[in-house]
């Protein structure tokens, strides 16, 4: 089975403490929170935990009456969130008259006949207030919560992680998804219709053409291949008119069902901060990752040793994800589109990628003695246990003692060190570390399991 993290997705009316709600949940000021209405103009994202569950969680722009084109899209964030979210938290104000605009929304989300909780945030405004005074929106999970106080905030999580499961299964299957992401008008539909051999998408100049997901699978080298097409993510505060605002909820579900993601760049705009924070988008959900040069062909002052010259300067923008291979390639004249087939399945096969408990704790204990790791005094970690998870074969698992007192460069020299023994070109890799004595979210310490075997063991032969 494949699995995906689930989406939940914030909605509301302007002001009514969706973005408060959304920090208080990451406990860091990750969205712009201001008194004046309709301040998030963007959907804010980030993956968060609760106990033993993972979740996108989606900060949407407030629902108002649509009183020009930009309110139009900001209404269609929202219907996306109806669409591509797993669960739907509604917000209104404790202290504040249900007005129509609540209503709608209520009703909005009930349609999609998802999960829906009501949250009733601002309770400091109004301490007295209950559940039942809410029940005529028609939504029976009711929070009463304060961000302010961070009341209420636990029990809307506890009651989250109950109803959905700690990854979302997907049919099996031997169908590879790759997913088309990036800015608009970087030649993500022309792309996607060169890889389909047909016009399913519509191309256009103009920026923003592609709202929902299209979808079409070729085959190749006997391999079902999913091409998934999204919209485009605009730059922050960058604001226009129409469908051009981007849709951040269906990419991000795009990112969760792909198993390989192209970021493309258009080769006249390189080196765009929101391509490096799509990047980091697909980074942090595990999937593989190939960084697409496209429109190689509108360059006009070109010759045989400008790409040479332009792929140092990208690489080093890239450094987050030096695993991700680099490819320029043009839609119009073919270039490099099959390769990128060819660039895909190799990433899947490197993905599932299975060592020996064996072999990988041999390679542990060479790169511990070939550079210990450095601690306080008294606190330096020791690195003892590594397995890898079965089901996802990216995730390592290492037990030792005084773990989180290492350094960010000795995981990453780590990974550089595994990357060089084992391969996985082309994907992230996790590590996980835990103290050997510790039960941790993601299972037991195996060395705590095999201490209580030996235990066992000299109790039955020495039971005196």
Request: charged share 30%; hydrophobic share 40%; net charge positive.
């Amino acid at each position: 089975m494949s699995k995906k993290l689930p989406i939940v997705a914030i909605v509301g009316r302007a002001n009514v403490g969706k973005s408060s709600l959304f920090n208080a949940i990451l406990d860091r000021r990750e969205a712009i929170v201001a008194k004046e209405a309709g301040t998030t103009r963007d959907s804010i994202w980030a993956k968060a935990w609760h106990i033993d569950q993972q979740f996108w969680l989606i900060d949407t722009a407030g629902m108002k009456q649509a009183e020009d084109d930009f309110e139009f899209t900001i209404q269609e964030q929202i219907a996306q969130a109806a669409d591509s979210a797993d669960v739907i938290w509604v917000l209104i104000e404790a202290d504040a008259i249900i007005s129509d605009e609540d209503r709608k929304v209520a009703k909005m989300a009930l349609k999609t006949k998802k999960p829906v909780f009501l949250v009733v945030n601002k309770l400091d405004k109004k301490p007295k207030a209950v559940p039942e005074d809410y029940q005529r929106l028609g939504i029976k999970t009711i929070i009463l919560t304060s961000t302010t106080q961070f009341k209420g905030i636990e029990l809307l999580l506890d009651t989250l992680v109950e109803i959905i499961p700690k990854a979302i299964e997907r049919d099996a299957d031997d169908r590879v998804r790759l997913a088309i992401l990036g800015r608009p008008n970087v030649g993500k539909s022309a792309l996607f219709n060169t890889l389909s051999k047909k016009q399913q998408a519509v191309v256009s100049d103009r920026a923003g053409t592609t709202r929902d997901v299209n979808r079409n699978v070729v085959k190749y080298q006997g391999k079902e291949i999913e091409l998934l097409d999204t919209a485009g993510i605009r730059r922050s505060g960058k604001i226009g008119k129409g469908i051009e605002h981007f849709s951040v909820i269906r990419t991000v579900a795009a990112i969760e069902q792909a198993d390989v993601c192209l970021l493309l760049m258009d080769a006249t705009e390189l080196n765009v901060a929101l391509d490096q924070k799509i990047a980091g988008m697909v980074k942090e959900a595990g999937k593989g990752l190939i960084l697409v040069v496209s429109k190689w062909d509108s360059l006009e002052e070109k010759d045989a040793f400008t790409r040479d010259a332009l792929a140092p300067q990208i690489i080093r923008n890239y450094d987050f994800v030096p695993w991700a291979p680099l490819i320029f390639t043009s839609s119009v004249t073919g270039q490099n589109v099959t390769k990128l087939f060819d660039l895909t399945l190799d990433i899947v096969g490197k993905r599932q990628t299975l060592v020996k408990t064996r072999e990988l704790n041999q390679w542990l204990r060479q790169v511990t003695d070939k550079h210990p790791p450095a601690g306080l005094k008294n606190r330096a970690p020791k690195l003892n246990y590594m397995v890898q998870e079965a089901e996802n074969p990216t995730n390592f698992k290492i037990y030792g003692a005084h773990t989180k007192f290492l350094h960010w460069s000795y995981k990453r020299y780590m990974d550089k060190e595994l990357r060089y023994k084992f391969g996985f070109e082309g994907t992230p890799v996790h590590f996980w570390f835990f103290e050997k004595h510790e039960t941790h979210k993601h299972g037991v310490s195996p060395t705590k399991e095999k201490n209580k075997a030996i235990r066992r063991r000299e109790a039955a032969d020495n039971p005196y």
